[in-house]
């Protein structure tokens, strides 16, 4: 079955300490995106990548890192450096890379910080 | 700036029909999202509306007034596992993806 997986599902971490959020999707799709999802917002965009090898910064990028050098795979890690990581994260994929169609997400990871 | 504006809660009885209405003011306007998401799970996809009009898929209707900058979802015979968060996201001029904070819609039996 074609989607897309993320992991790990919960991740805890110490202050300090940089995580890496896996995301892959076997649905052929070039554009993909990490969201992050917090209590009584939409969801807010914090890297996308559109082709391979190739990235772009959402609206709150800081902190955060990505790379995208398989098409299948779009790594998010969270650094030392964001404020405030406790949050859900979403990966999503979609075969549309103008935000016209439908993005497809994983499961979510959550990241909590001790 | 850009804002979508939603209803935080609702609250609807099993059987019964609910509305959840969505209006943006984005600059701009290439498409309207409704997405479903229960509790602690990934969004799933419901309807994409770029005319005017009603768009039916079986127990759920998207309807969008470009004029007006509003939505509605409407959801026909309510089950319970209809509780979940509905996410209203919107298309504007840049294609950037804009999204409102969802209406979290509980179904009492």
């Known amino acids: 079955d074609g989607g897309i997986t993320q992991s790990p599902k919960y991740l805890f971490r110490k202050e300090g300490q940089n995580v890496t959020l896996s995301c892959e999707q076997n649905?052929?799709?070039?554009?993909m995106y990490w969201y992050r999802q917090d209590p009584g917002q939409g969801l807010r965009l914090i890297y996308y990548?559109?082709?391979?090898?190739?990235?772009q910064k959402g609206d709150i990028a800081e902190g955060y890192s990505v790379s995208r050098e398989k098409k299948e795979s779009f790594p998010l890690t969270v650094t030392s450096a964001q404020k405030n990581p406790t949050a859900f994260y979403l990966c999503a994929s979609s075969n549309s890379g103008d935000n016209t169609g439908e993005l497809f997400f994983g499961e979510g990871s959550r990241l909590t910080v001790l | 700036g850009q804002n979508i504006d939603q209803p935080t809660e609702m609250t609807a009885t099993e059987g019964a029909i609910v509305q959840i209405n969505c209006t943006y003011q984005?600059?701009?306007?290439?498409?309207l999202f409704w997405y479903q998401q229960h509790a602690g799970e990934a969004p799933t996809f419901l309807s994409y509306?770029?005319l005017d009009g009603l768009e039916e898929k079986g127990r759920f209707s998207s309807f969008l007034s470009r004029s007006k900058g509003y939505s509605y979802l409407l959801l026909k015979e309510l089950q319970m596992k209809d509780s979940a968060s509905y996410l209203c996201a919107v298309v504007d001029s840049n294609y950037q993806l804009i999204w409102g904070a969802g209406t979290k819609l509980i179904i009492k039996p």
């Open positions: 509306n770029v």
């Open positions: 984005t600059s701009g306007f290439n498409g």
């Open positions: 990548s559109q082709i391979v090898n190739d990235f």
């Open positions: 649905l052929n799709h070039d554009a």
